[in-house]
């Protein structure tokens, strides 16, 4: 088993509280088994796990076909199991105040009232389409996953049921096959037209290693992390109130841009083509066009900077991507950019800060190695609050395998 702990660095008032919480694996697994006892009168059988994740950098490129760079990070979710010899599911949610809730295999439909059983329900649909071989389970379920961060704990959930589901009934099924019906559910059943990214890291990661993804043709290659590489994330506890419209707008002006491009996707469409073609295109779909195809190079050139351990490199190509994001996709915040600003400052040439995620709020990220942690964060929640009025939670993460199943 995995012997990675979970840690959390986190604010105090307007300071970065040095105490780190700190919770191993095995106390995780030991709530987990107790409750599951309590619920269910007998022992889970098996306990698996799924991390959340952290885009390094290719935001807005995964639906246009294009690379993104995320790394699984030391949060996650964790479910305990047991089969059942019927169809129906029970699942405990200790993170929603132990709520239990129970459906039938044969009969799985939306929940208005418990929202976060959709995320079950739909991977199971999507798992019966393609491995219909099993019968019902009794769950218990805990995540770490920060709310509201952006680090994609819905994605964890998925699959994390998914492999707790084909370790109890010995389902052949693979990393990407988990992912692909993690991202099917979402889609389909929760109703989030999410790109394939968050699944896909959360079930094939790697180890102190960031993976570089072709959102088309779903090949992966691995960065290597050192490991004192620190990735640090930044919540600037903004809300993304836009980000759903704003996300459909932003996905419909690619489309547009590819469309008068002549191509079916941006990822068709290099630099040049581009260029060429700037008189004939409305400038707000130049711009949303010329960020999709610069980003996927910036992504790709990311992956050779951090197996050469670059940081000057890595600093410039994220400073880039966020500029990018800030002038031609128009998704940052005066918030998100004061964070990376200040985090640019302090950083110089021994790391990068850009935003990461959807935008409109929501986290910025940073690489740097762990011998300057210290003095990023010394002000940084200080200098936030001063420029913002807001406080920033700050985590420090490293890259973790993606799931497996841990006892």
Known sequence: MNQDTLNLTHNSNDDINAMSQTVAQSDIIALLEQTFVEHFGYAATQISHAPGRVNLIGDHTDYNGGFVLPAAINFGTWMAGKARNDRTINVVALDCDGERISFSLDDIAFDKVSSWSNYVRGSLIALAKALPDFGGADLVVKGNVPRGAGLSSSASFEVVTLKTMAALYDLPLSGVQAALMGQQAENEFVGCNCGIMDQMISAMGKQHNAMLLDCRSL????????????????????????????????????????????????????????????????????????????????????????????????????????????????????????????????????????????????????????????????????????????????????????????V
């Not at 469409?269 to 073609?277: F, G, S, Y």
């Not at 190695?369 to 420029?387: G, P």
């Open 219 to 406: 090949d992966i290659q691995y960065a290597r992390m050192p490991e004192d590489l620190a990735i640090i994330i930044v919540n600037s506890n903004v809300k993304r109130g836009l980000v759903d419209s704003e996300y459909n707008t932003r996905r419909k002006q690619c489309e547009q841009a590819a469309a008068l491009l002549g191509k079916t996707s941006l990822r068709d469409v290099t630099l040049a083509e581009l260029n060429a073609a700037k008189a004939d295109l409305e400038p707000i779909l130049y711009r949303r066009a010329h960020h999709v195809i610069s980003e996927s190079l910036r992504t790709c050139d990311m992956l050779a900077a951090l197996n050469r351990h670059d940081m000057a490199q890595i600093s410039t190509l994220m400073a880039e991507s966020h500029d990018s994001l800030k002038n031609d996709f128009e998704v940052t915040t005066s918030q998100l950019d004061i964070l990376v600003s200040l985090l640019a400052d302090k950083l110089g040439e021994y790391g990068g800060a850009r935003m990461t995620g959807g935008g409109f709020g929501g986290c910025v990220v940073a690489l740097t190695e762990r011998s300057h942690v210290d003095n990023v964060l010394a002000t940084l929640a200080e200098d936030y609050h001063a420029a913002t009025g807001l406080k920033a939670d700050v985590y420090l993460c490293h890259a973790v395998d993606g799931a497996f199943v841990a």
